[in-house]
């Protein structure tokens, strides 16, 4: 259902706002309000929300009861409709999600190995051995895979990295039975030429189909990129409603890219994203309520000019 | 010194906050404050700054006492090595930038019939009656005539603008004197087709050497949009330092493009605006703390990411 194709003009949104977002917000939100802001995203018409990560509650607080939300949120609707992916970190996470009745997870690792040292604890050698048993698993219980790459522009330890490094794991990660890659720029730091020089070596290598991006916005670049990066072919984007998550790496700046701004481009650009910008910016204002603080979208602040 | 062309990879900033950044933000800044911020811009590297409008102070407050900002500025620079342009709206606004030491002023009209009447209280037509007299004194005096074409995308009254509105007084305003025609998205709610729209046909009249792109972050296109001009041969951009000046149509949001966001942008993508960016994020912070409020940069709040 999320099938994405260079030729066409159809806009494939990922929504990570209740993962990628609240995980890195300091605010809490209980099960019901992750619940709904799930079921108000679905009335978007946006088809695929990451709910939950299969982690420690310990490390990310925000995640605690991801199975439940998961739960409930399957109990609700139906996920040949709208996918619902879900983060795991190892075979413990995917058996969990698997006894959620997962239908799509997503796995993890960094360009860089100071970064996955600091974030997983593990060299990304060993984050290829730790998906092992979670691609045998998935495979076996029909569940899509689909893989992240951070840091694939900039580390906040090492600094500019190689595009050679997001192309040969991205590679890896598709071997390994991911049906996507999404390439992150985890600092928000990238800029256009940038973008290019990774995707022009991806798209060679694996096509552009197979090619999701994921940028923050920390320093304001995203929006750009975005455009690059559909210049290039890229029809798939990950995005947060509100952009909602922070940054770790510079405290009070923007992380995810806002789902809303993104949209808004789009539309204007004459594309098709399948989703209700108005409906998307009545979720902001709800999402703004609950987590007491103006969130980083400038279309949710502004809303449509007159058309 | 500002000239442009499409061939080179130098990029021409000018640096509009201390004028149209100031002019619609709530808080006053005295004379001195004004001259120091100009002081200040100039240490950055930055060539042309906007530094006032000799309007009327019942109506732009924040803009009282321009002509004593020039001429204190002038006493300081020679205009020959940084330029110092202010706005003029009359023969009566003309005549009192001559008196201050002028070597540049700008003219504005806009695309829009009822932004025009709502703006500055005249048609279009009346608006380039109002030049003439202008133009006249510009070229007995050798005074350099900027023209700011306003809501070439989007009116907050009109909605849509066609970009034959945009072509047609781009060529009426460099016809009549102007040197350069800076293209503005007053809204800030262009996307980038929108972009090439006006601009493929603006170039096919007038060439991209004589057009300045000034955009508006207001739904969070800015970057992208600049990007796509930057694409199509333009490389002279107006932008706001902090993003100062906010959105008369909509109240809270942003307007001006942070200047440090433009300029990141630029620089990671190998291009030279002549602007030593962490210069310019000190001024920033300083400016942060005459306008008591968080300015709305990117690039300013989450600094430069390890090189």
Redesign the interface.
């Known amino acids: 259902m999320k099938k994405s194709s260079s030729k066409n003009k159809k806009i494939n949104i990922v929504e990570v706002g209740p993962r990628d977002g609240l995980q890195n917000e300091k605010k809490f939100l209980d099960v019901d309000t992750r619940v709904e802001f799930a079921r108000r995203l679905t009335l978007t018409g946006i088809k695929t929300i990451e709910v939950g990560a299969f982690v420690s509650p310990q490390k990310v607080p925000q995640m605690a009861d991801s199975k439940e939300v998961l739960e409930r949120i399957l109990k609700i609707f139906d996920p040949k409709k709208i996918n619902f992916p879900v983060l795991v970190p190892n075979e413990h996470g995917m058996q969990d999600a698997i006894e959620a009745g997962a239908r799509e997870v997503a796995i993890f690792t960094a360009c860089s190995e100071k970064f996955n040292q600091a974030n997983i604890n593990c060299s990304i050698e060993e984050s290829f051995e730790r998906f092992k048993p979670v691609l045998n698993l998935a495979k076996k219980n029909k569940i899509r895979v689909r893989g992240y790459l951070s840091t694939a522009f900039?580390?906040?330890?090492?600094?500019?990295m190689s595009p050679k490094k997001a192309i040969e794991l991205s590679k890896r990660l598709l071997k390994l039975g991911c049906y996507e890659v999404s390439i992150g720029d985890t600092?928000?730091?990238?800029?256009?030429?940038?973008v290019s020089d990774v995707l022009k070596g991806l798209k060679k290598e694996i096509g552009a189909g197979k090619i999701a991006m994921h940028f923050h916005?920390?320093?304001?670049?995203a929006?750009?990129n975005?455009?690059?990066s559909f210049e290039l072919g890229v029809r798939t984007f990950d995005s947060s409603l509100g952009g909602l998550g922070g940054?770790p790496y510079?405290p009070?700046?923007?992380g995810n890219v806002?789902t809303e701004?993104v949209v808004?481009?789009?539309?204007?650009?004459?594309l098709q994203t399948g989703i209700d910008l108005q409906k998307l910016i009545e979720v902001s204002q709800w999402m703004t309520s609950k987590m007491d603080k103006v969130l980083a979208?400038?279309?949710g602040?502004?809303?449509l000019?007159?058309?």
């Open positions: 900039y580390c906040p330890y090492e600094g500019k600092l928000g730091a990238a800029t256009p030429n940038e916005d920390t320093r304001g670049t929006l750009a975005i455009l690059r940054c510079a009070g700046a923007q806002s701004d808004y481009m789009f539309h204007g650009m004459g979208t400038r279309v602040k502004a809303g000019p007159k058309s």
